[in-house]
């Protein structure tokens, strides 16, 4: 069985300071794990995917095998920011994703 | 390019009716996946559709059916509703099996279903 959890439910952070939202997994395989962001009146779209290790708008995610784990980072946070964060996670090469009951993100000036 | 279109936006049903959703995918996207999203949850996958056929489901009663026509377009069909089933219903649509992985989901706005 996969699945995802996401502990916090609500963030608040002041503009410029750092953000972290948290993900935790269960799969018994080497998933795919990815991070989706809804922003305020837009539909839900890819942020990031691990296999990537890229960073998008300031955002990275480290995938830590160990602890199954793969929490979002951000140094210095914008108002932009703030929208609805979902964690995912997939079997490789497969498109079932199972979601995390999601984080908002509130930037404050 | 328009994306993932679906139809309706908003609906209403009684319990016991029947519904039928609709979703478009994105250009040159081949595979279509639902999804629903109850209140204050994530997403959870409904199933997934290539090719006309269903390729994997998630835990959903078969009072959840779908279809796909050849034109890669999908419906979503949910019979003897009940106020559980009242929720966000997203439609995602990706090159799957016929393309390279890119593990990209792009979703639709979603149709949302009220059961009274």
């Known amino acids: 069985a996969q699945r995802v959890t996401q502990p916090e439910k609500l963030l608040s952070v002041f503009k410029g300071a750092p953000v972290e939202l948290k993900c935790n997994y269960s799969?018994?395989?080497?998933?795919?794990l990815f991070w989706y962001v809804q922003y305020s009146r837009q539909r839900l779209q890819l942020l990031l995917r691990h296999i990537s290790r890229e960073s998008i708008k300031g955002f990275t995610a480290d995938l830590n095998k160990g602890e199954t784990s793969f929490h979002l980072k951000k140094p210095f946070a914008q108002e932009e920011d703030s929208a609805m964060y979902y964690c995912?996670?997939?079997?490789?090469?497969?498109?079932?994703?199972?979601f995390g009951a999601g984080t908002t993100v509130t930037v404050r000036a | 390019d328009a994306g993932v279109t679906q139809s309706p936006t908003h609906l209403i049903k009684t319990r016991g009716q029947q519904v039928t959703l609709r979703c478009s995918p994105k250009?040159?996207?081949?595979?279509v996946s639902w999804y629903q999203q109850a209140l204050g949850q994530g997403p959870q996958f409904i199933f997934q559709y290539y090719e006309e056929e269903e390729r994997q489901r998630g835990n959903f009663p078969d009072r959840f059916s779908g279809h796909q026509f050849p034109n890669y377009s999908s419906e979503l069909n949910v019979n003897a509703l009940w106020l559980g089933d009242s929720a966000l219903y997203l439609c995602a649509s990706s090159l799957g099996y016929s393309g390279s992985y890119s593990g990209e989901l792009f979703f639709g706005e979603g149709s949302r279903l009220t059961v009274l």
């Open positions: 995912a996670l997939s079997p490789r090469n497969d498109y079932k994703l199972s």
């Open positions: 799969y018994s395989g080497s998933p795919e």
């Open positions: 250009s040159g996207h081949d595979t």
